[in-house]
Nanobody, 123 residues
Framework: QVQLVDTGGGLVQPGGSLRLSCAAS????????MGWFRQAPGKEREFVAG????????GYADSVKGRFTISRDNAKNTVFLQMNSLKPEDTAVYYC????????????????WGQGTQVTVSS
């Protein structure tokens, strides 16, 4: 059974940092493209960042480029999202996802999703 477990969310002040983790089990992790998405109240789920199966390629939404960094450790079956210079508009539930197809910005290519972790940016 495939499981993706998202952790690391919390309450942080504007300008602060958080590091999200997503631990995967039940799949050949190194064969999967990994992505992070987020969904704010009343809004649709949106792409945040993606990373290729070996980690050689990454992609970001324009809204987070230069502030967020996605990385992965295939030996530990884990993908990370380092979030710096957080803004109130980054407040959302963040989800990791695993997929076998190309096109990391498209939710439909992902086969498995984590349960989500809440990130709240507020003073």
């Amino acid at each position: 059974q495939v499981q993706l477990v998202d952790t690391g969310g919390g309450l942080v002040q504007p300008g602060g940092s958080l590091r999200l983790s997503c631990a995967a089990s039940g799949l050949t992790f190194s064969s999967y493209t990994m992505g992070w998405f987020r969904q704010a109240p009343g809004k649709e789920r949106e792409f945040v960042a993606g990373i290729s199966w070996r980690g050689g390629s990454t992609g970001y939404a324009d809204s987070v480029k230069g502030r967020f960094t996605i990385s992965r450790d295939n030996a530990k079956n884990t993908v990370f999202l380092q979030m710096n210079s957080l803004k109130p508009e980054d407040t959302a539930v963040y989800y990791c996802a695993a997929g076998r197809s190309a096109g990391w910005g498209v939710p439909e290519i992902y086969d498995y999703w984590g349960q989500g972790t809440q990130v709240t940016v507020s003073s």
